[in-house]
């Protein structure tokens, strides 16, 4: 059951920002809301649908407050970069030698602007033809951590 605090009336539609992986796997279960992390996509899209007269915004539920999702660290032999890591990290900070190839993509996304705002999760869910995480990331034999209510 959401509670009164986790959902925000806006212009744009319901709106959540949780601050735990397990409130957003709730709400994502009980409301099927867009999901939100940089924006660089949802929101030209949806300006753009406004423009043409299109159906209100979806329901969003940003991610962006959910600390677990973000950054890059080392744990055990393994790096994990959280799927709200935004471009400009790691273009400035590679943590490993091995990262060179994901930091020059990094640097290739967008603008600085996008760079800074975008993340990796993002260019992965999104399925953007141009995909720039991908390659690196296969050379790096990444894996993808997914979560859902079931585990």
Request: charged letters at 15%; proline letters at 9%.
């Amino acid at each position: 059951m959401l509670r009164r605090n986790d959902m925000e009336r806006t212009r744009l539609g319901n709106y959540w920002r949780p601050a735990t992986l397990e409130a957003a796997l709730r709400i994502l279960v009980e409301q099927a809301p867009r999901l939100l992390a940089g924006g660089t996509d949802v929101y030209p899209a949806l300006t753009q649908a406004a423009a043409w007269g299109a159906a209100p915004a979806p329901a969003l539920l940003d991610l962006t407050g959910i600390a677990a999702l973000r950054g890059v660290t080392r744990t055990g032999g393994m790096w994990r970069i959280g799927a709200l890591t935004p471009w400009a990290v790691l273009r400035d900070a590679p943590p490993a030698p091995g990262f060179r190839a994901l930091a020059e993509a990094a640097a290739q996304v967008g603008g600085r602007q996008i760079q800074a705002r975008g993340t990796i999760g993002g260019n992965l869910c999104n399925a953007s033809p141009a995909a720039d995480g991908v390659p690196p990331l296969l050379i790096l034999d990444a894996a993808v951590e997914l979560a859902s209510p079931r585990g």
